[in-house]
């Protein structure tokens, strides 16, 4: 089994910073991409930041220029910079990633983390 253990999440102030991290428990192949998702108190799950095998990036309007997504595919990690923190960015953050296993073209294989709460509140 894999499992996709999160770290960093916790309180923060308004215009602080956090930085999660996700690691994969055991080795996987063929990662196609790395993303955080997020959900906040009465609202549905939306994609934050998404990172593909390439290094290229995609962002919800809502973080460009205060988050930052990057993965090691090596080490099966992926971290989310979280600067200039908001009250609105107050969720439960889920890593994801997609895989195409061992010796496969497509991305057959979809991991999620269990969630990390982040709370931006003064």
């Known amino acids: 089994q894999v499992q996709l253990v999160e770290s960093g999440g916790g309180l923060a102030q308004p215009g602080g910073s956090l930085r999660l991290s996700c690691a994969a428990s055991?080795?996987?192949?063929?990662?196609?991409?790395m993303a955080w998702y997020r959900q906040g108190p009465g609202k549905e799950r939306e994609l934050a930041a998404e990172v593909n095998s390439g290094g290229r990036t995609n962002y919800a309007d809502s973080v460009k220029g205060r988050f930052t997504i990057s993965g090691d595919n090596a080490k099966r990690t992926v971290y989310l910079q979280m600067d200039s923190l908001k009250p609105e960015d107050t969720a439960v953050y889920y890593c994801?990633?997609?895989?195409?296993?061992?010796?496969?073209?497509?991305?057959?294989?979809?991991?999620w983390g269990q969630g990390t709460q982040v709370t931006v509140s003064s």
């Open positions: 994801n990633m997609k895989c195409t296993g061992f010796g496969s073209f497509r991305a057959q294989y979809d991991y």
């Open positions: 055991r080795n996987i192949f063929g990662i196609v991409s």
